[in-house]
């Protein structure tokens, strides 16, 4: 494998996050654009995306073109670049003479390889990842992240002159999975491995769902994925605090600055937005007014 394919495996593992949520109240529950309105600034709006290339989820609509157009600046959750990415690369790896065998067992190691080898990663370079990569690898439809709807949100924003900027790096989202147990990892690749099957099943109900904007449907989909077995529960019990609550948390604060200018359009994933502890509310506990648009 190419070191710009290593690259590309290190985008495709950070948009399994869809999948390790947790239970919420029925607060914005339906709508993805939310106009955000307060504190003497322009109103801004925030978008409810999901990671995908699909045509239907990147065509926009009407009303979030408009916005969009009218914004003068974009804010999505972390960009592609090639620093980014060789850092999560270094992450992904082992560098201390394990081997991914050794700590997830030759079993597992062999029903992943089975799976991953399909995918272009060969057995001799599959044996260096840590579970929590491969099992993300698995865990994420095979696309070009470049297209995604995120990035191709990035790209017009560029060409329309606006500036972009970013949440989060893909570092700090990769640590999340590499400051896992070695037990919790082992889990999560076993568990992508039970159920690769289902991958394109529940891809194609999130994406149903997503374009009719319900969020509490696609909340429901991503417990019934993590509900299989007592491994993948405590897993999603303590991720469902660490991928959502706690980057909605941290995504409030770094987002105040670019609200506080006016017409800021800001896109992250819309699973980030549900409940009484999603983005939405906690921007409402901010003092902002949040009102669905669409």
């Known amino acids: 494998m190419k070191r710009r394919d290593i690259l590309r495996a290190a985008a495709l593992v950070l948009f399994a996050f869809l999948a390790l949520s947790s239970q919420a109240a029925e607060r914005f529950g339906e709508g993805l654009l939310w106009r955000i309105e307060g504190k003497g600034a322009a109103p801004s709006h925030v978008l409810g995306t999901i990671h995908l290339a699909d045509s239907r989820v990147t065509k926009l609509p009407p009303a979030v073109e408009r916005e969009f157009k009218d914004s003068r600046s974009l804010t999505i959750e972390a960009g592609l670049d090639p620093g980014n990415l060789v850092a999560v690369v270094n992450r992904m790896v082992y560098s201390d003479g394990r081997s991914l065998p050794a700590v997830a067992g030759e079993d597992l190691y062999k029903r992943a390889v089975a799976l991953t080898e399909g995918l272009g990663l060969p057995e001799p370079l ?16 095979q696309q070009d992240p470049s297209s995604v709807l995120d990035y191709m949100l990035a790209r017009m924003a560029q060409e329309q002159g606006k500036t972009v900027l970013e949440l989060e790096s893909l570092d700090e989202q990769a640590s999340l999975f590499d400051e896992m147990t070695e037990a919790d990892q082992v889990a999560l690749l076993r568990h992508a491995v039970t159920n690769y099957g289902r991958l394109q099943k529940d891809t194609a109900r999130l994406t149903d769902v997503y374009l009719k904007r319900d969020l509490s449907a696609m ?13 993948a529960k405590r897993v999603n019990e303590v991720f469902a605090q660490r991928l959502i609550f706690d980057r909605n948390t941290r995504m409030v604060e770094r987002m105040q600055p670019t609200l506080g200018q006016g017409r800021a359009f800001i896109a992250i994933g819309a699973l980030h937005l549900y409940g009484d502890r999603g983005v ?9 007014r949040v009102t669905r648009v669409y």
């Open 126 to 141: 599959a044996r260096q990842f840590k579970p929590w990569a491969l099992a993300l690898m698995l865990s994420s439809p």
């Open 219 to 231: 909340w429901r989909i991503s417990e019934e994925s993590s509900s299989t077995s007592a491994d």
């Open 280 to 288: 939405l509310a906690l921007l409402e506990r901010k003092g902002y």
